[in-house]
């Protein structure tokens, strides 16, 4: 079949939860973490855009749309796994894009292939657009593990998912990146500091209103 | 707070469910089927670029990917019920844009208020790549009910969401919708008449395997 | 059909989720929802009869068991919304109420008709009935608020949620709200001011056991 | 504690689940069918009123919405072990007994203690509301298992269930009863006989829709 | 039908859930259960033989892996309920061991029938393996508690739950439950201390990195 | 932390589900296939001993238990994946084997380390028992294939995860898989071919019982 074999496939990955048997209160799709990294990345380069920084957007909706569609091949490999070894990533890689050549070889009419081969490559390049998706990808592990660690879930993977997301932000040098440290990290650590809700002083003024 | 309400604001819209009690077989939450459009409106537009009409990537990033984000405010109200009247309809309307504006005027700061009014507005006007959203919009509805469809589920709701949805997309005048119609939908018919699994013969033909 | 449509409808209620996105511990069927307030609905009514109060259990039955048929027919449109204008809240109440008419004179058998539009009209009038369903139905927004809220779930919904439910049933004069005031919401506080278990002490007090 | 600890409880039968292990397509809890069972019965008594027998609503009312609430209690021992000996039976049943009054002793204040043993008590005695009650949930069988079956469960406890609650409806002598065997049960037959929806020709119609 | 009939049955055990309306944080089904149980036993055992103790390790194998598989005939009976007289408890026992003798009449074949009767038999008899079956079954239940209360689930049940069964434990004579007393119990109660996780901390250490 | 830090983490594989957005009608967590595949392979050793095969209990015990155990620390890799080349494969199952190596010299005590060495090592040699697992983990992905085919899933993958593991038992030479094939296979098949339920002719059977 054709584009339809693709379209009919993404309906899968609304089936493939992050980090599986780790989340304790809410769990996450590949589908909905996509979209979420499509949500910030618009935002991040908004923020560069108004510092003068011209953005290719169509370049930036292929990367950052598609840029977790592999996984419907190869499945979901832990991070510590895929960074073992330097060799083991690199050949985990050949394998995800040999399977993606190969559906796109199959499924693909030819003159869609091109297209679609420059969509579902790597879009973690060191162009602006690359660099986008990783601090929007990686922000969505800041949000995925804060939400877990502020509900009391004390998983040391968190901690860590949390903390390698934060380095690898804050390394990378671009306007948004420092909006991101200067302006929206420090809601999430008042955020984190909210005491529990007093229940007994809502319902007192509560019955105290006329 | 800023931008922040936005971004964590992103995570309820996983737990909304598309048309409640009626998906007996899997149901889609608002941020599956939001990522499912940019990835359809992606291909849609590829097609239009193809055929030589030229696509504002920003606008149909913008448009696609934040086209059901007033849900969060407004929750989800039944199609017929929006489409009773048109005076309901404008009014409903008028109601989510108040709370949309009200949250930019709340949450986000000043600087950002002009670009997420743009975002958050009705992306369906008349241009290309308003037609292209609704396009993909409609498109997820036949791949939702098709789904339902094919593995048995009888439910008039899904006859009705895939009928409309079709007699919406086929009145578009685009290349994009002459293509759906001539290559993406004998596929799916044909998928629908795919015969059950034959598990005896399958079986046989394992067992004679050197 | 006739009344097997009818009948067969109810199951669909158990598939819709109350504002969903929102609850983080326990989601709630509009089902569940229903029957837990009929079953508070009985006992505020055993308070006002034992103050001398006589009830039409009738009413009350046919009152409290149907008051959320109609989300079928409109799906779940967030408070905020139906409260936004009294016209807009007007509308769509005829809207609900159109579709509930359309709905048994395509399905009802004509000699239950009338009985089916009493059963499914609004019950929330001023008569004692239509008051013990209205305070019935604002606490369990008190419940489902208060397990959310004593577990850790900070979110503003949920404050608001308990906060008004709670002012609007203290603004009821009747029996059974002085009763829940006096002697039911008390409970609720106390109970929200219970220390984490300590887990320790019960291990050590276990040991010690012949 | 008071009140309080029933009302609270009552959220707990929302997450028990009937015939755990048996439903393959959607999974019912206690709430949901006592809900429902509360929903049939009204419509039954509707019946009978119509044919002049008069009914004691308050009756009614108390014993269908608090059928299921010993399973909080005793949890869910399955039908052929309840009715595996009249003397295991009549045991459990004894046990269920002292269970509730315990909690009742317990738990509500001296004044309701009465109304809650009469409410709490087994409600299926030979008065025309605990007929009307036994109907109501064995039609709840008969949907539940309908909807697996028709579907292509082909689990041979579903056919036992329908078949052993119509056996047990047929046989109790009401004009409710006639009614529903006339009336309602016909239109199960038919539903169950609706070939798979033909997608290629609702296609073709829509197609050719102007 | 043959051994097919029982294999097949053991997928059931997936949906039947334990202590059904109680776990909050993580639901429990009986196949994770059994599979947990089967795991401590090894190691208890592990233990015991590094004492000294001869296992017989077919027995083991047999009787934990099997112990709960007449809930598929029984479904999930409270242990109050159970408890609540020795009366009641012996016939439930007779009743789930009649409903085993009758599937394996039925299902298995004859050369094969008596090694499933010594296999669904009670495996907790006063047997070294009986009894360490006996320590991994509480044991999982110190630990299903345990993760609930830890996490803020005050519910009494629990409470109960994990004090019974560490008293059970500690009054069963073996070097494995002393090893379970001196070495792992104190890494329970520990965990059980741990301060939330401090966000603000972990953030400013991360920004700090070069 | 000790021991204690491994029971802990069994809770996690509960939670991680197996071929993630394929399965339709029921998912599997890697708990329940463990448990599943320790019983199938105790009665698979069982027809060996009625063979006079002897089998060496504790190991088969161990290495059934245990064989999915490395999923907690590189998640679920794609079959595809892991066969797309010998080098790769091997790759990964040193990556796998390095972390519980890591795991067990961390958590586990010294006295200790040895037995969960051999206990935590992939079972699947050339032994008698080696091979006795493979047969049961294969026995389990044609249980779940079946079961989905069966009811009408017609994803490719469950017809090649049936006709590859009957492929990998046939050629394995072993009394119990000649009894697999001649006995449990064929109920299997008669299974597949069972015609829907005939409702209408149930219910016509159930009215005329007496």
């Given at each position: 079949m054709g584009i339809h074999t693709y379209f009919r496939s993404l309906n899968d990955l609304e089936r493939i939860i992050r980090t599986p048997g780790k989340f304790k209160f809410e769990e996450h799709s590949v589908s909905?973490?996509?979209w979420k990294v499509v949500q910030y990345?618009?935002?991040l380069a908004d923020i560069?855009?108004?510092?003068g920084v011209p953005i290719n957007w169509k370049k930036l909706y292929e990367i950052t749309s598609s840029h977790d569609y592999g996984e419907i091949f190869i499945g979901d490999i832990k991070t510590p796994v895929k960074h073992s070894s330097l060799e083991l990533r690199s050949m985990l890689q050949q394998v995800e894009e040999g399977m993606i050549r190969h559906f796109i070889e199959e499924n693909i009419?030819?003159?869609f292939q091109g297209i679609?081969?420059?969509q579902l490559r790597e879009g973690k390049d060191g162009s602006l657009e690359g660099?986008?998706?990783e601090v929007a990808d990686k922000m969505d592990q800041v949000y995925e593990a804060f939400a877990e660690l502020q509900r009391g879930n004390t998983e040391k993977e968190f901690v860590l998912m949390y903390r390698h997301a934060l380095i690898k932000?804050?390394?990378i040098d671009l306007h948004c990146v420092r909006y991101f440290l200067g302006h929206i990290l420090p809601d999430i650590i008042e955020e984190s500091q909210i005491s529990p809700i007093d229940i007994k002083g809502i319902t007192e003024e509560a019955l105290a209103q006329q």
């Open positions: 909905a973490h996509s990345a618009k935002t560069e855009e108004l510092n009419p030819e003159e679609f081969r420059r660099l986008i998706l932000i804050k390394n």
